[in-house]
């Protein structure tokens, strides 16, 4: 059983377009996360949610819509997509906000062209 | 802003030599974790330590935490081509609302 699973693993698409990328966890955890590892490996928290609430955005541009339509889902939608944009995207959850450890998903490599 | 500053950056080394590879800060964390992570895939958590001066051991691999919580090591010993990977340290700040991660260390073991 895959415990965070995104959807998709890759993603290449166009300068403008808009994409969504899909996250699930089936462990149960309150606290769900999306962050963005750029091509030197370097992970920054983009958004956090406890129990379906916005807790953490981290100046991220508003091109960069996150939805959790229940506790175990964290979809990012991003608008307007662009070169920049362009970097793996992992989705993360922890039992409850503040816990140490995090679970990640696989990622989705986004490649905008 | 809290920074965490790993080191060094790229490590090569032979089968069997031994590593110690640093994550430090001026800022005091709650706890710190370090991860691995594999080609294409996500970060999988190694150990998390949250007293000062805290040592763990995990089969080859040491961590310890530094005394001020600022700073922490991870030393694997006899290393083995399974240790290639990347290494990241991650901080959780003391309000326990973020955490913080390195910018890690690659690490390839050659055979």
């Known amino acids: 059983d895959t415990a965070v699973s995104q959807t998709p693993k890759y993603l290449v698409t166009q300068m403008g377009n808009d994409k969504s990328i899909k996250c699930e966890q089936n462990?149960?955890?309150?606290?769900m996360y999306w962050y963005k590892q750029d091509s030197k490996k370097f992970l920054k928290i983009m958004f956090s949610?406890?129990?379906?609430?916005?807790?953490i955005n981290e100046t991220v541009p508003n091109r960069f819509s996150p939805k959790s339509p229940d506790k175990a889902h964290l979809n990012l939608h991003i608008n307007s997509l662009e070169l920049g944009d362009s970097a793996v995207y992992f989705c993360a959850s922890s039992q409850v906000w503040g816990a140490n450890e995090q679970f990640f998903g696989p990622g989705t490599r986004l490649t905008v062209l | 802003t809290q920074l965490l500053e790993q080191s060094p950056q790229f490590l090569s080394i032979q089968e069997g030599e031994n590593l110690t590879v640093y994550c430090n800060s001026s800022s005091v964390f709650s706890s710190l974790q370090w991860y691995r992570q594999e080609p294409g895939e996500g970060p999988v958590l190694l150990v998390t330590?949250?007293?000062?001066?805290e040592v763990k051991k995990l089969k080859r691999l040491t961590f310890q935490f530094g005394d001020a919580r600022k700073d922490s090591s991870l030393h694997i010993t006899a290393a083995q081509p399974g240790d290639t990977g990347l290494y990241l340290c991650a901080g959780v700040d003391t309000g326990g609302f973020k955490t913080i991660f390195g910018a890690g260390t690659r690490l390839f073991v050659k055979a």
């Open positions: 949610y406890n129990n379906k609430e916005l807790i």
């Open positions: 462990l149960g955890h309150d606290t």
């Open positions: 330590v949250v007293t000062g001066g």
